[in-house]
């Protein structure tokens, strides 16, 4: 039944999210929102509870096994990713790569700034 | 009664999702204990066996991709509760989320910026399509939330489904190689550009590493996705006004 209750209340944030979006004509996704209205009210809420716990490791815990329909909804575009496989390619490797380089250093820039005005302050 | 001859059985099969449904399960499960008994080597990650496998079985039947989706859909659907689901782990680092609030905004958007402007930009330079490089948009995001974006901004879901989890195994596979090259030692840091890059498969290796780094990168994962979904088709109508 806990569990029930936890799958419940996450359909009842993305019904929220998705009828917000479409009212408000916001460019995210529903669940997208939906998501950050439950993370606001848990915040302040102060605690989740067992059940929400519970239903949200269940579906995360095989979140891979979700995005598999569509991705056997590649057999749509074949002939898409043959004649365009460099390009495509090119850009995975190359902006994966970029993106993991810049974050690291604005990350790590960011905290040595924080560290240095926190030994100034002190 | 006609007699239940193999053919018959098959007609009818093929046009019920129950068909649909378990062979989406039972190649996710066989996909899933290879991936475990090759110690987790990223190369066999189970999305890539299952679609592989699927897509054999699919074109050796003759079977169309709309009669697979008939069953596909149940689990599709949980797509959006997983999608919401990811604010309680996200709830979780609140301690961590206090402490370095303010790098992690700055870091997050830069990445999230340079992610989705460099692979449409790169793509456009060698020639692709336009709903190509609206498809490998939102690649460093999170499943169900790239294909959101994906449809928003006029690519196609489908296709960005398979690219978003190419981009998972690149990063898992060349991200340890690459912070070890950098010389990074904080695993925050290293967590957190896992996670804007390389989503969910990312987090999983992550998690190998150490379970600070995991933490992080879940947590980079989710607000990433969230930040990707609201920067993203604003950046590229930028783009598409200068482009």
């Known amino acids: ?10 359909l009842i944030y993305q019904l929220a999210g998705e009828i917000s979006v479409m009212l408000l004509r916001i460019p ?4 997208v929102l939906g998501m950050i209205m439950l993370f606001l009210t848990l915040m302040l809420r102060g605690r989740s509870s067992e059940s929400l716990d519970g239903a949200s490791s269940a579906l995360l815990s095989h979140l891979s096994l979700l995005f598999v329909p569509a991705g056997v909804g590649m057999m749509v575009h074949f002939d898409r990713i043959v004649t365009e496989w460099l390009p495509i390619g090119v850009a995975l490797v190359l902006s994966t ?5 810049v974050t690291a250093l604005v990350m790590s820039g960011g905290n040595r700034l924080l560290s240095y005005r926190a030994k100034k302050d002190a | 009664m006609p007699e239940p001859d193999l053919p018959t059985i098959w007609v009818y099969l093929s046009a019920s999702p129950l068909l649909g449904l378990t062979i ?3 190649a996710y499960s066989l996909a899933y204990r290879l991936y475990l008994y090759s110690n987790s080597h990223p190369l066999l990650n189970p999305v890539v066996t299952a679609v592989g496998v699927l897509i054999v079985f699919l074109l050796a039947t003759g079977t169309p991709y709309e009669a697979y989706f008939e069953g596909g859909q149940f689990i599709h659907f949980l797509l959006g509760p997983a999608t919401v689901a990811l604010a309680i782990p996200l709830y979780k680092q609140g301690a961590n989320l206090k402490k370095l609030w303010l790098p992690l905004s700055v870091a997050l958007i830069t990445g999230v910026t340079v992610g989705g402007l460099s692979s449409v930009l790169i793509a456009r330079l060698l020639g692709a399509s336009v709903q190509t490089q ?3 948009a939102p690649k460093s995001v999170t499943a169900p939330v790239a294909m959101g974006i994906s449809e928003k901004i006029g690519g196609l879901p489908s296709l960005t489904a398979v690219l978003v989890v190419v981009t998972g195994i690149i990063g898992a596979v ?3 190689k690459l912070f070890a090259l950098m010389r990074l030692r904080d695993d925050a840091v290293k967590g957190i550009a ?31 996705a969230f930040l990707t979904a609201v920067i993203l088709p604003w950046l590229l109508d930028l783009i598409g006004l200068f482009g």
């Open chain 1, 97 to 101: 790569v970029i993106t993991m380089v």
């Open chain 1, 1 to 10: 039944m806990s569990f029930l209750n936890g799958v419940t209340l996450l």
């Open chain 1, 28 to 31: 995210v996704p529903g669940p």
């Open chain 2, 174 to 176: 060349l991200g340890t």
């Open chain 2, 24 to 26: 989406t399960l039972v």
């Open chain 2, 134 to 136: 609206m498809s490998l």
């Open chain 2, 194 to 224: 896992m996670g804007v890059a390389a989503h969910g498969i990312g987090t999983a290796r992550a998690f190998q590493v150490s379970s600070q780094m995991g933490a992080f990168s879940g947590l980079a994962m989710a607000l990433s």
